[in-house]
Structure formats: C-alpha cells, structure tokens
C-alpha cells in the first residue's frame, strides 16, 4: 500500500480494536450523521465512546435513539474539548485511535478499514492520514486538497494535517503521554502532532478520503479562529520552535504544499481542481439524486 509490504505483530489480532471518541456540545443538527458515520463503518471491531458536556439541544434525544448501539455514552460537564477526551480516552481500549467532532463526518463505511489495513501492512508507521473533502451545512462539496506526501518539517511551521482524517497507534500516545493538552482548546490536535514529531513518530498520508470537514458559519474553527486559534497556534510554534511564525507565512506555506511553489501556480492548480470538484460533486449529485456525500449515512447501510 505504498509504504512497504511486511506484516507486524504489534497489533493483539489481526483486526485490532479502534476506538474513536466524539467529543460534543450542541451541534444537534450534524449530530446524527456523525453518529450513523460511525456505526457504519464496515470494521467489526470498533469502540466508539461518545462524550457530551450536557448539550441543551436535541443531542440527548437523539443519542437515546442510539443508545444501544454506541459503546459508551458520558454526559456530563467537561472543562473543554480536550477534557472531554481525554476522559473518553483514559477510558478506552483500542489498539488504534481516532476522534470524530460531532459536526465532521466520515467520508464512507470503509474509512476504518482502510485505515487499520494500512496501518498492519506498514509496521513502521504510527500515524496514518487521509485525505479531506470541505463540505458545507447542507452536506455539499466546497473544496478540498490534492493527495501529497507527508511534509514534517512544513507541519511544524504550518498545521495541514487534518484532524478527521487522521488515525494514530495508541503506542505512539503513550509516548507521548498518553494524553491530549489542556493548555489547548482550539488546536490540540496540532500539539499533538507535534509531540508526535518530537518523538520521531512515523508518519504517512495515502490518497483516499477519509473525512469530510463540515464548514459552517457556527463551526468552532471559524467562530474561534481569530481570538482563541491564532494566539494557541502561536503558542505550538513558540512551544516546539521557540519561535512564532507570522500567519501570512503560515497561509503561504499551506498553499505551497497543496498548490506548488508560487502564487501562479497556486492560481492555476486551484482553477484545474475547482473545475475537476465540481464536476465531481455535479456527478454525484446526478447519481445519488442531488444527495450531499453525507448522505450515505442514511442510505443502504445497516446501523
């Protein structure tokens, strides 16, 4: 699958258990598609532990409705995202970890499988990362970023690992402490990619979609981006770089690794791919009967 052929014993079975958490406060109307994403992944071996900080909308209803089939249910009040994790994942048992926001979804059942194939077939490697579809409210494709190679020395100025994609080893966690910082509350994510770096983890992307990335005007990486995510992403660069680096930079830097090099070529790559993602989403649109990509969670699953 790209990065090698060999088997490896570090996994208990040959179909390890993957718990994946989902962290959530009152996003009601994505909730459901976020829970069915995850109970029909086609991967028989799945703890999936879901932590509520006691939402005031229709999430507890609809996690009663599901009640039977989620691996665990906490509903209580947390000090944060990350709390609320790192609680969930104390708790946990799998071999292989992930965490889905209640307003991302997985991009098809077979994300899990993927994942955890690749991840037996190359031992060397800890984290494994998918690639991203942008999708709006309604479900529908926005944008998204071509395939390319891992870039750590790129991560660490300028975070383009996406969180929903990415599936890491519980041995690389332990590593690193076995736990998510509360120092963040915006992008704890990208500290602990970046701990993973300084413990030297392997990691590897692979040209497959593994989450679609709901882009809405409520979304926390929008509503908080400017006054609680600038300053923490500082925080990382001044933590693991002992220095800050200039948002501009880290925009360009983005740019550069999905886009090319320069800003023509960033011009005429988002031009080629903006056509070539339209007339994907226009063809599976007239496929599926207009449906968004997330529509699947509804449709010919069984949950």
Request: net charge positive; proline share 5%; aromatic share 12%.
């Amino acid at each position: 699958m790209g990065a090698g052929k060999k088997t490896t014993t570090r996994f208990s079975c040959s179909q390890p258990r993957v718990t994946i958490v989902t962290p959530s406060y009152n996003q009601g109307p994505f909730v459901e598609r976020t829970i069915l994403s995850v109970l029909r992944q086609d991967y028989p071996n799945i703890e999936y532990i879901f932590s509520d900080s006691l939402s005031t909308d229709n999430t507890p209803a609809i996690l009663k409705q599901y009640e039977r089939k989620i691996t665990k249910i906490v509903q209580e009040k947390d000090k944060g995202q990350a709390d609320a994790l790192n609680k969930a994942f104390a708790s946990s048992t799998g071999e292989i970890m992930f965490y889905l926001n209640t307003d991302d979804v997985l991009a098809s059942p077979h994300v899990v499988s993927h994942a955890v194939k690749y991840l037996i077939s190359n031992p060397q490697v800890d984290i494994v990362v998918g690639r991203r579809y942008y999708v709006d409210q309604n479900g529908f494709i926005t944008n998204a970023n071509p395939y390319r190679p891992f870039d750590g020395e790129l991560l660490r100025r300028s975070c383009y690992v996406p969180q929903e994609c990415t599936f890491w080893t519980r041995d690389i966690y332990n590593r690193v402490g076995g736990t998510i910082s509360t120092e963040f509350q915006f992008c704890m994510d990208y500290d602990l990619w970046c701990r993973f770096l300084e413990q030297k983890a392997v990691f590897h992307t692979v040209d497959k979609v593994y989450g679609l990335f709901r882009w809405h005007p409520d979304q926390k990486s929008q509503a908080q981006f400017e006054k609680v995510g600038i300053p923490e992403i500082a925080k990382v660069h001044q933590k693991y770089l002992g220095e800050t680096v200039d948002f501009k930079e880290q925009s360009a830097l983005f740019e550069q690794y999905y886009a090319g090099p320069n800003r023509s070529t960033h011009r005429r790559a988002a031009g080629l791919y903006d056509q070539i993602w339209r007339l994907e989403t226009h063809i599976k649109r007239m496929v599926v009967g207009r449906a968004p990509l997330d529509h699947w969670v509804f449709t010919n699953h069984k949950a």
